[in-house]
Structures are given as C-alpha cells and as structure tokens.
C-alpha cells in the first residue's frame, strides 16, 4: 500500500473541519465535485463573515486517505483567509504541503474543484 | 507494524516445525546434496528427503506421489498445467479450446491470455452475484476441440468455491481434462483427488504455512496427463520440470502437507467459527455492510463491503493495527479494481468499500474480537465523514 507522509495521516487520521455546516443554507456556499464512479466525491462548505473573510469550513469526502487529508489541510488554511486570498490557494500547494503521491494527484485537483465551487457559491450568495 | 495479520489469504507465517524441518537443508556441511547426485550418500540423502515430501504432498491430497512435480510456486504449476496441456495438444494438431472463468487468479487468466496469441481459442465463464458458476454454462462451452477445463477451487479474493467433483461429473465421457487451481484450499479444506477427480491441481506452500517460493502440480500418472514442459535442461520431475531441485523448500512444503493433514479436518471447523465469529461480530454493530460472495466458501476468507467508505481510507486507518487486504485494488495502477468483484457485478458502491480479512492457525477468537472493534471504529468514524450516507452536522 501506499507510504502516508506523516503529514497527510496526521489529517486523515484527525481531520480538521469535517462535517457539514449548520444552519440556514444562505449562509453559506456549497460546492461539489467528484463521482463516486471515480472514487472520489466531495462536499465542500465555506461561511464568509461580513468583511469576506472566511470564517467556518465543513465537508465531506468519500476518498483515499489523500482525498481526505486534502479536505482538512484546507480546511485549517481557509479559515481567516479573505476570498481573494483563499483563490490564491491551489491544490498545488495541498500537494507540497502533504507530499501527496504522483499517482494520487488528480484526486487533489478534485478537492479543489469542489472548494472553487463553494467559494463561488459563497461570493455569489454575498453579492445577492 | 500492525498487530493483528489478517492477511492468510496473501500468504501465512512459517510454521515453527516446518522452519525446524528446512534448517537441516539449509547446512554448510551437511544436507546441501544435489538429489541427481546418486554415486554419493550427500546426493542420495537428499534425493530421499525430496521423495520423503513428495509422499507428503500425495498423501494430502490422498493421490499416487508418482503426480507431484515440485515447482516454484502455483503460478508455475498453473503455467505448466494450463500452458503445458494446451501447447501439447496444440503442437499435435489435436484441440485448441479452453474453458475458464472469470474470477480465477490472474494465474490462469494470463496464461490463457498467452494461449490466445498462440492461437488457442478461451471460454470465459460468467459468475453470478454470488460468484457461483453455471454448470449449464460450462456444459454449453464444452466443445469437440476442448482440451482443458481449468477451475479453482476457491477464490482467493471472496473464498467462494466451485463444485469441482460436479464439474469433473459433468467431464465424465469428454476427452477434455480438469486443472483445479487449489491454492487457496489446501490446508483450509480437504482436498482429496479421488472426491475432486481432477487431472491437473495446483498448490503453494506459503499458503498454509510452509516456505514461499515452493509449490506443486499434482498430474494424473496412470494414464498419464501430457504436458509439454515449461523448462528444458536435466531432465528432473520426470522431465517435466528441468533444474535441480530446491530440497529445502520442497522438505518445507512435505512437512506442511504433513502439518495441515493432521490438523483437517478439525482447523477446517476452527477457521469456520473464527469467519463466522467476524461476520456475525461486525453485522452486529449495525454498520450497513454486504458480505460479498455466497454459497459454499473457503473457511478463511472474508470479503466485505461497507457501502459509502472508501476501502483505502478504511485500510489506512485500521493499518497500525490490523493487516487487511483491499478487496477491490483501485489505485491508479488498477483503476478498474478487481476483476473478481467486477465478475460479479458489484456497483462501484460496494466495490470500492471492499476489503478482505483472511484467518489462520494462529488466529484466535479473541484476535477477532479485537478486529471487529478496529474495524467498526474506522468504518463509523469514516461514515461520518462521507458525503454517501445520510448527511452530518459539523461539530
Ligand atoms: C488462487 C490462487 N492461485 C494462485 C496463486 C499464486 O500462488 P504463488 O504465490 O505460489 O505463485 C495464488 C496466490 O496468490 C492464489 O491465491
């Protein structure tokens, strides 16, 4: 089986921000991605405060441990971010920061998928 | 390293008294005879130590030892049965057609896949959900031209068993022969030529406790199943496998006939209960789980499912405890997981959340009690993270 860094099973093994968020879905801006065809589906919410700050993250993944660890590195390094900020975010530094494997990659490319898509969600909820 | 190995079916630990049975082979000055080697008491003692364990392997399998070619492992064996019958029937212009199934271990189906270049024609039989054969199918793929019927006993993924002595019953009156792939059996159940009535069985020792790297071809003497050889050289096994011969590890795998002979079919039983004692422990706590394969099974191995958890994620997370097998490998390597699973239809679901615990001699109840509790803590841990199931709240 694949070599975890220490990094990525210290995420997967206590996950930062796992779960939904509560409360009414105006609040906040939900993004999907992944098919479980495919062996990864993400759910992933983010809660802007009033100066667009980022201020409560949740998910959930069905996933290999990368795709997990992935949802809850981010989850820990958006929280206080503004939009702007958290857009700079990539999953290339999701992959640095846990060494993911080569081959797990595209599963990443995925968690950032559905976190765009909650960060759009969240902006465009703002904005109406 | 984990604690816990649940990973018979991969392979098993050495039993004590086979490593203590090898040692006197493994000598510096003694036992290292080459059993050709007949004009000297070095050679002659090896060469009964070698004959010695090939009662053993015939005795297990209650057949003429005259059968046993030593090899290097099943996947040898099941070369030489499946390659070897085939190309000799083949370079005498005699049939060219196989039937096989779908499930069986790469094994058989790369070998068959190397036939079909060859030129051989390959029936693959369909499974059910379960993963059980047809007999009526395999009685429509029979043809005139069929030379080889090769089935496994057991599986070694899901532990689902065919009915071998009813496929022998349906061969009765056709010229084609029976290869039985019993890797995954020996040891674990009787395996009796005369109930089985095969023509061809494999076996690997370091599956029920002897050395890796050892395995045997059981092939019907009189009359005498034909095979064209793998090797060429010296002329050892009869001259169906040339090179000389490996003592220690074929000594390994005469004592570990001779151990799993006595233990049948008592273990047979124990291995029962301690399966049994893992399925009804897990289904008791309530996660939804599917156990997949049905009908008659290998006492050892289990395959299941917990449908909405991924099964790498659960094997991650058990990994400091327990060592489990993958059910499905669904890495990038092998984006379409097992072939087996994929046999028998399994949605992707159910798939992709599989994983195998296989038992063995040393497994002991309260080993499983201990697995349960490891395994239900992950599986609801990573349930409460997964966007399958009916949907959490953040805390
Ligand atoms: C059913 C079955 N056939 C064949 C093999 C191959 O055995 P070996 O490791 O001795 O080549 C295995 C083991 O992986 C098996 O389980």
Same mark, same amino acid.
């Given at each position: 089986m694949t070599d975890w860094s220490p990094a990525l099973l210290r995420h997967f093994r206590s996950p930062v921000g796992s779960g939904l968020l509560a $409360?009414? &879905? %105006?609040?906040? $801006? %939900? $993004?999907? !991605?992944? !098919?479980?065809? &495919? $062996?990864?589906?993400?759910?992933?919410?983010? !809660?802007l405060s009033d100066g667009d700050i980022i201020d409560r993250v949740g998910w959930l993944a069905f996933g290999c441990p990368a795709t997990i660890a992935s949802c809850s590195w981010l989850a820990e390094s958006l929280v206080g971010l503004s939009v702007d900020r958290a857009r700079d975010l990539t999953g290339g530094q999701v992959m640095v920061a846990l060494d993911i494997p080569r081959d797990r990659r595209s599963r990443v490319l995925v968690v950032e998928d559905a976190v765009r898509g909650a960060l759009d969600a969240a902006t465009t909820m703002r904005d109406t | 390293m984990a604690r816990l190995y649940l990973d018979h079916a991969a392979t098993t630990p050495l039993d004590p008294a086979v490593l203590e049975a090898m040692l006197p082979w493994m000598g510096c000055d003694t036992g290292f005879g080459n059993p050709a080697s007949v004009t000297h008491a070095y050679g002659r003692t090896a060469a009964a130590a070698v004959e010695q364990a090939r009662r053993q392997v015939a005795d297990l399998l209650q057949a003429p030892a005259e059968g046993v070619i030593f090899t290097g492992s099943a996947t040898e064996a099941i070369n030489m049965a499946v390659l070897g019958s085939m190309r000799f029937s083949m370079q005498r212009g005699r049939g060219s057609h196989l039937v096989t199934c779908a499930t069986e271990h790469s094994a058989v189906l790369a070998a068959c896949e190397q036939l079909r270049r060859e030129g051989a024609t390959i029936t693959v039989l369909p499974v059910d959900a379960n993963g059980q054969l047809s007999l009526a199918d395999l009685q429509e793929a029979l043809r005139d031209d069929t030379v080889l019927v090769s089935l496994m006993l057991g599986n070694n993924e899901t532990?689902?068993?065919?009915?071998i002595a009813a496929v022998a019953a349906l061969l009765q009156g056709h010229p084609a022969r029976l290869h039985v792939d019993a890797t995954q059996a020996v040891g674990k159940v009787p395996v009796h030529l005369p109930a089985l009535q095969a023509d061809?069985? @494999?076996? @690997?020792?370091?599956?029920?406790?002897?050395?890796?790297?050892?395995?045997?071809?059981?092939r019907c003497p009189e009359p005498r199943v034909r095979l064209q050889p793998l090797l060429f050289g010296g002329g050892q096994e009869s001259g169906e496998r040339s090179g000389t011969q490996a003592v220690h590890q074929i000594v390994g795998l005469g004592e570990a006939c001779g151990l799993a002979a006595n233990a049948l079919p008592a273990e047979m039983q124990?291995?029962?209960?301690l399966r049994d004692r893992l399925e009804a422990g897990l289904r008791a706590t309530g996660i939804p789980?599917?156990?997949n394969g049905a009908g008659r099974r290998l006492p050892h191995i289990s395959n299941l499912s917990f449908p909405g958890l991924h099964g790498e994620a659960l094997l991650a997370d058990i990994e400091p405890e327990l060592a489990v097998a993958l059910g499905s490998a669904c890495s990038s390597a092998d984006a379409r997981g097992s072939h087996v699973l994929r046999a028998m239809g399994l949605d992707e679901t159910l798939s992709l959340s599989a994983f195998r615990l296989s038992v063995g001699r040393r497994t002991t109840p309260a080993d499983i009690d201990v697995a349960v509790a490891v395994v239900a803590r992950s599986a609801q841990r990573l349930l409460r993270l997964s966007p399958l199931q009916p949907r959490g709240v953040a805390g």
């Open positions: $409360g009414d &879905s %105006t609040e906040f $801006g %939900t $993004g999907e !991605a992944g !098919a479980v065809k &495919s $062996g990864v589906r993400i759910v992933y919410q983010l !809660a | 532990g689902v068993c065919h009915d061809l069985l @494999s076996l @690997s020792a370091h599956k029920f406790h002897g050395p890796k790297g050892v395995g045997a071809l059981w124990r291995l029962t209960a789980m599917v156990c």
